[in-house]
């Protein structure tokens, strides 16, 4: 099983920048990508952005050009960057694992609001 804890989240004002940060524990081995997801309200989780252990990324059209994920595969963390941010990138955004191409963990969660 594997843990994930996420930390970051917080009030920034339209064009502001935060960066986000998961660390995993647990059953961590045969990560095959890690990556971001987030949940507005009314609304359903959508992937922001992944990154493999290969380092492949891939980012939503809503985010390109603005967001930037990265990955630290020795401390088993996952970051993203966001900059230029919008009121509509306000949302639970949850980090997520999966190992062996078939299993995701998900972390608990952190709050982002970006206000007008």
């Known amino acids: 099983q594997v843990q994930l804890v996420e930390s970051g989240g917080g009030l920034v004002q339209a064009g502001g920048s935060l960066r986000l940060s998961c660390a995993a524990s647990?059953?961590?081995?045969?990560?095959?990508?890690m990556g971001w997801y987030r949940q507005g309200p009314g609304k359903q989780r959508e992937l922001v952005a992944s990154?493999?252990?290969?380092?492949?990324?891939t980012y939503a059209d809503f985010v390109k050009g603005r967001f930037t994920i990265s990955r630290d595969n020795a401390k088993n963390t996952v970051d993203l960057q966001m900059n230029s941010l919008k009121p509509e990138d306000t949302a639970v955004y949850y980090c997520?694992?999966?190992?062996?191409?078939?299993?995701?963990?998900w972390g608990q969660g952190t709050q982002v609001t970006v206000s007008s």
């Open positions: 647990g059953s961590i081995f045969s990560i095959t990508a």
């Open positions: 997520n694992v999966r190992r062996m191409k078939l299993f995701d963990s």
């Open positions: 990154i493999t252990s290969g380092g492949v990324t």
